[in-house]
């Protein structure tokens, strides 16, 4: 297992590339399921998550090679099942469901496990299958799906008590690419990912509109065939340096963005007091400190809002600006781990029922801390940069789970961190 040990105290500057979307890659890499023809995917992050999709992949029979940021997968002879020894280690393994069900009218897939960021069911996924004509069963661990006829489009409605589902929608989007007749999923998510994933589908041959609104339209076809398919840059891995070059810079410059994609973010930046600056037509932003911020209030709830995903790596932000700063996670109420550590670090910080109230403090200091889930360990690194002293952050493999060459790209922004075995 490998620890990161951050040497704070030397401010970021210069330039990085954002790497590609992991959570747009893993529902593409589950939908190349769909076809029995080579599918060329490229800028797929090489973070442990889709290696595990790919394993996934390969294990249900797919023939995979990987070489750089290209993937090239051809999933000629696959298999229903995907057992528990696969699918345990990421939640996102749930996306094989809806492609296996249409493409082989069958799927066996291990129930995710519990998760540290709170609860997560998978009910809308399963109303959605069951919609199309399935016929699921829970049983001994596993979600057992049949359509022995085939699926049949339908309209379904998949707001949850927390709003709209990411993977749910891609789910049953995916299902009813190759279903018979009309699909309307209504609440559907509208998150960039959801949009490249359609994008990837009707380049395959699918008829999906209004992809990036609450209602799409899927009309199902009889084959989808192979395609060559660039993955969005990651707008999460974007906004959690975007937070560290308001954090402790000279002013950092991050290509390959896309600018829609990062706007709540900067908007936020901006009301802070930073500096956000775009440029290149919206695909390069810089950002510096401000002179004097202040702190904000941010409440996360599905795109274009601001996005859970980000609300860790802010909230390390303003453990050190100036203030009181509020920041609520309507999403999973429950994520707030990375709290508890950043305390430890010397942040002051109350969570009371999925709020988080900050008083800024001027510095923090360096402590052993535990990384618990992907974000809360990015926001343990932001807050490591800046603290004095050198601080150890232990089970680096969840921030590897998502962040491309985390240590490389600090260090080319000038931060003085080393990866070592814990
Ligand atoms: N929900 C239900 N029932 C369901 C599914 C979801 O009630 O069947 C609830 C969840 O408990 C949550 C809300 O609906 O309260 C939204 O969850 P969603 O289904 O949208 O989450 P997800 O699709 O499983 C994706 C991302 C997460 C991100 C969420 C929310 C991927 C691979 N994962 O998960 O990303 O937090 O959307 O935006 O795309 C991360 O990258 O760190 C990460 C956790």
Not at 39 to 49: E, N, Q
């Amino acid at each position: 297992m490998d620890k990161l040990i951050v040497h704070g105290g030397t401010p970021l500057k210069g330039a990085i590339n954002i790497s590609g979307s992991k959570n747009s890659s893993l529902p593409i890499l589950a939908a190349t399921l769909l076809t029995d023809e080579p599918v060329i995917l490229r800028r797929v992050p090489d973070v442990s998550d889709t290696n595990y999709m790919l394993q996934i992949l390969t294990a249900l029979g797919a023939d995979v090679e990987r070489s750089s940021g290209t993937v090239r997968i051809t999933c000629a002879n696959i298999t229903p099942d995907a057992p528990y020894e696969i699918v345990r280690r990421m939640r996102a393994s749930i996306c094989v469901m809806g492609p296996l069900l249409a493409r082989l009218n069958r799927a066996t897939v291990s129930l995710p496990g519990g998760c540290v960021i709170g609860d997560r069911p998978v009910d809308l996924h399963l109303k959605g299958l069951a919609a199309l004509g399935a016929d699921c069963e829970v049983e001994g661990g596993n979600m057992d799906l049949k359509a022995p006829n085939g699926l049949t489009g339908v309209e379904v409605d998949l707001c949850g008590t927390h709003g709209p589902t990411v993977l749910g929608t891609d789910n049953v989007m995916m299902a009813a690419t190759l279903a018979k007749g009309t699909t309307i999923i209504e609440s559907a998510a509208c998150e960039p990912e959801v949009v490249d994933l359609a994008n990837f589908l009707n380049s395959m041959g699918a008829r999906i509109e209004g992809a990036g609104t609450r209602r799409i339209t899927i009309e199902g076809v009889e084959k989808l065939s192979g395609v060559d398919h660039t993955i969005i840059p990651d707008r999460i891995e974007a906004g959690t340096y975007m937070a560290a070059g308001a954090a402790f810079s000279e002013g950092i410059t991050l290509n390959r963005v896309i600018e829609e994609h990062v706007s709540v973010a900067a908007k936020v930046l901006r009301e802070c007091g930073h500096s956000v600056e775009f440029s290149n037509g919206g695909k390069s932003v810089t950002v510096k400190p401000g002179d004097k911020p202040l702190g904000g209030k941010i409440t996360t709830a599905p795109y274009p809002s601001f996005p859970t995903d980000m609300q860790a790596q802010f909230t390390a932000l303003f453990a050190t600006t100036p203030g009181i700063s509020v920041v609520t996670d309507t999403i999973f109420p429950q994520r707030f781990m990375h709290c508890a550590e950043l305390s430890r670090m010397g942040a002051q910080i109350k969570v009371d029922q999925g709020t988080a109230v900050i008083t800024g403090v001027d510095k923090l200091s360096a402590a052993p801390v535990m990384a618990s889930d992907l974000r809360a360990s990015a926001a343990l690194v932001l807050a490591a940069l800046q603290a004095k002293g050198s601080t150890e952050i232990l089970r680096l493999y969840h921030i590897d789970r998502g962040y491309e060459h985390i240590d490389e790209k600090l260090l080319q922004l000038g931060a003085q961190v080393e990866r070592v075995r814990e």
